[in-house]
């Protein structure tokens, strides 16, 4: 399985980005997907999931209402739309697939990871 992510960049407090992560190389529909988190001195951290129907979908508290995770079948790829984005969003984000059911919080049953895009929101 290889993911690439893309989609990063600066944003202003209150912004928006949308973050992108093409999957190959299996049966997308397969895999379960999502995007972990790594802000700086800060542990990596589970922030969004989606199962492989698309039928469960998990967000941390601190993102719930604000960021969104979708899936498109057609394009192999699933997304993180980030909104009213706040400097503690700050950190590498890492899109990453499972063949479980769901992705673990601890990352522990991660297939493949994507190499990480930067997201750095400005106070």
């Known amino acids: 399985v290889q993911l690439q992510a893309s989609g990063g960049g600066l944003v202003q407090a209150g912004g928006s980005l949308r973050l992108s992560c093409a999957f190959s190389?299996?049966?997308?529909?397969?895999?379960?997907v999502g995007w972990f988190r790594q802000g700086p001195g800060k542990e990596r951290e589970l922030v969004a999931s989606?199962?492989?129907?698309?039928?469960?979908?998990y967000y941390r508290d601190s993102v719930k209402g604000r960021f969104t995770i979708s899936r498109d079948y057609a394009k192999n790829t699933v997304y993180l739309q980030l909104n009213s984005l706040k400097p503690e969003d700050t950190a590498v984000y890492y899109c990453?697939?499972?063949?479980?059911?769901?992705?673990?919080?601890?990352?522990?049953?991660?297939?493949?990871w994507g190499q990480g895009t930067q997201v750095t929101v400005s106070s």
């Open positions: 990453a697939a499972t063949g479980a059911n769901i992705l673990s919080a601890d990352g522990s049953n991660v297939r493949s």
């Open positions: 190389g299996r049966d997308f529909r397969t895999y379960s």
């Open positions: 989606i199962s492989k129907s698309g039928g469960y979908i």
